[in-house]
Each structure stands twice: as structure tokens, then as C-alpha cells.
């Protein structure tokens, strides 16, 4: 049973226009929420993260929104660059998990030039 | 700093062998993670250890898989006989002992069994 899910596997965009990637999870209990880009034949980097007493953060072109309400969050990335074409996984963790990170499957964007 | 170090990128074996991947975590993190990326499952956590301690090793899919970190610098997952299905990317992360502190990650191991 995945507690974090990202419903759209793949996800194409032209270049200069918003990004938006979705993630959904089901425990209660997470508190911490963090986005990680992967380039082919790389480890995971992390992106941006957000607490769960905010419910938005932004660096640079990236912006976090969470509804803790509807248990999801979006991960905005403005403008989109060709660069930015990677596999986005949605992680998850709270004070039940330890250090313990619970990732969703992934969403490959692809910024069309 | 060198980041988190894995050996070997890749590694061919034949159904039965045993296969060793290895993990230098970065210097000074006290948490480390092994997991295990694949089309259908996506990132999962196969063991995590705090100052050298396995703490949960409940991903661990079978007894073929072990896990060992015999000190601060160095941990070793082992799979004994290998099988077709555990084709993967191994994905080796650590972290600081603060809370909410952000994975680091390996740039993984492609593992074929054939």
C-alpha cells in the first residue's frame, strides 16, 4: 500500500510554461515533505522541501504548496527549462519515521524547447 | 566534500552468484540508507542505520539480503544467491542527525542478474 503516490508517471511541458507535478499521501502522521529531481545515471538531489506549518515555499523558481487538508502537495517550477527535464520524486517523513523517508514513484517531466 | 561514494555503477552477474555493493557515506553523517529503484515500485527503503546501528531493516526483501556497516565510513549490502528480480538500481543515501535533514544520495549501482 503506497502512503505517498504520484498519479502521473510521465508529464510534458513547453519551455517557458508552468510545471506542475502532484503527489498525494495518505498518512497523517507526515510532517516533512521534500522533492527530489534524478537525472539518468545519477543518485536523487534534493530540490525543495516544506514543514507542515507552512503550507507554501519558494526558491527561485520553485515553489511547494501543500494542503495538509486534502493530504497533498505540488511541486510548481516557473518558468520551465529544458534542463529541468528529470524524474521528480515526492518524499515524505514524520516524527513516527524516525530519519526514515517514504518516496513516491516518480514523474518524468520533459520541457519541450 | 566527495559526497556519498558507491561501488561498483554497475555489476553483471549470473543467477546464484553473490553480489556485494558498497557504500561510503559522507563524512560526518550518522544516518545511512540503502534503497532499491525499480519501474514498478520506484524508490524503497531497504535498510537505514544510525551510528552504525541497523534501526530498520524491515524492506529487506528476503534473507538472501543482508546488510552490515562495520564502522562510520564504510557499509556492505549483500545478496546471496542473487536472482533475476533483483535487477535494480541500489541507491545508497546518508544524512546528518538532525531532524528533517535532507538525503544525500549515491550515484547508485546498476544491478543485472542474469
Known amino acids: 500500500d503506497q502512503q505517498v503516490k504520484q498519479n502521473s508517471p510521465s508529464l510534458s511541458v513547453q519551455e517557458g510554461r508552468i510545471s506542475i507535478l502532484n503527489c498525494d499521501y495518505t498518512n497523517s502522521m507526515f510532517d516533512y515533505f521534500l522533492w527530489y529531481k534524478k537525472y539518468p545515471a545519477e543518485g536523487p538531489t534534493f530540490l525543495i522541501s516544506i514543514s507542515s506549518i507552512k503550507d507554501k515555499n519558494e526558491d527561485g523558481r520553485f515553489t511547494v504548496f501543500l494542503n495538509k487538508s486534502a493530504k497533498h502537495l505540488s511541486l510548481h517550477i516557473v518558468p520551465s527549462q529544458p534542463g529541468d527535464s528529470a524524474v521528480y520524486f515526492c518524499?515524505?517523513?514524520?516524527?513516527?519515521?524516525?530519519?526514515?523517508?517514504?518516496f513516491g514513484p516518480g514523474t518524468r517531466l520533459s520541457v519541450l524547447p | 566534500d566527495a559526497g556519498v561514494i558507491q561501488s561498483p555503477r554497475h555489476e553483471v552477474t549470473e543467477m546464484g552468484q553473490e553480489v556485494t555493493l558498497r557504500c561510503k557515506p559522507i563524512?560526518?553523517?550518522?544516518?545511512l540508507f540503502w534503497y532499491r529503484q525499480t519501474m514498478m515500485r520506484g524508490l524503497e527503503l531497504l535498510i537505514y542505520f544510525n551510528n552504525n546501528v541497523p534501526i530498520d531493516d524491515s524492506g529487506m526483501p528476503e534473507d538472501r539480503f543482508s546488510a552490515k556497516m562495520p564502522n562510520a565510513s564504510f557499509s556492505t549490502l549483500k545478496i546471496q544467491p542473487s536472482e533475476p528480480r533483483d535487477s535494480a538500481v541500489y541507491f545508497c543515501a546518508s544524512s546528518r542527525q538532525d531532524p528533517n535533514e535532507k538525503l544525500f544520495f549515491g550515484s547508485g549501482t546498476q544491478l543485472s542478474v542474469l
Open positions: 518524499a515524505a517523513s514524520g516524527r513516527d519515521y524516525g530519519q526514515n523517508f517514504v
Open positions: 563524512s560526518g553523517h550518522d544516518y
